[in-house]
């Protein structure tokens, strides 16, 4: 079992930043990839980018490309979402998900943090 806790969300203006954390506690951090998702309001909860175990490899919606950064610290048990340049669209639940390595989905989940954009 794999705890993910999410943090840094907030309310910020459009052309903003913002840097979400997610801790990962319960089994070996290196063995998992990991990923954000979203979710707005009556919306299906989308990917938003994804690291691979070692951070070598990073994927991302094609959405968040050039904005969003996600890196981790394997010492840390830490992943973390960099978003610049957010858009009143960015808006939604941030989401921590946790994969084994190996494997293309996601098992393990955070509650989410909630990022507010204003126009």
């Known amino acids: 079992q794999v705890q993910l806790v999410e943090s840094g969300g907030g309310l910020v203006q459009a052309g903003g930043s913002l840097r979400l954390s997610c801790v990962a506690s319960?089994?070996?951090?290196?063995?998992?990839?990991m990923g954000w998702f979203h979710q707005a309001p009556g919306k299906e909860r989308e990917f938003v980018a994804a690291?691979?175990?070692?951070?070598?490899?990073?994927n991302y919606a094609d959405s968040v490309k050039g904005r969003f950064t996600i890196s981790r610290d394997n010492a840390k048990n830490t992943v973390y979402l960099q978003m610049k340049s957010l858009k009143p669209e960015d808006a939604a639940v941030y989401y921590c998900?946790?994969?084994?390595?190996?494997?293309?989905?996601?098992?393990?989940w955070g509650q989410g943090t909630q990022v507010t954009v204003s126009s």
């Open positions: 319960g089994r070996t951090f290196t063995a998992y990839n």
């Open positions: 998900a946790a994969g084994r390595r190996g494997t293309e989905t996601f098992t393990y």
């Open positions: 690291i691979s175990w070692s951070g070598g490899s990073t």
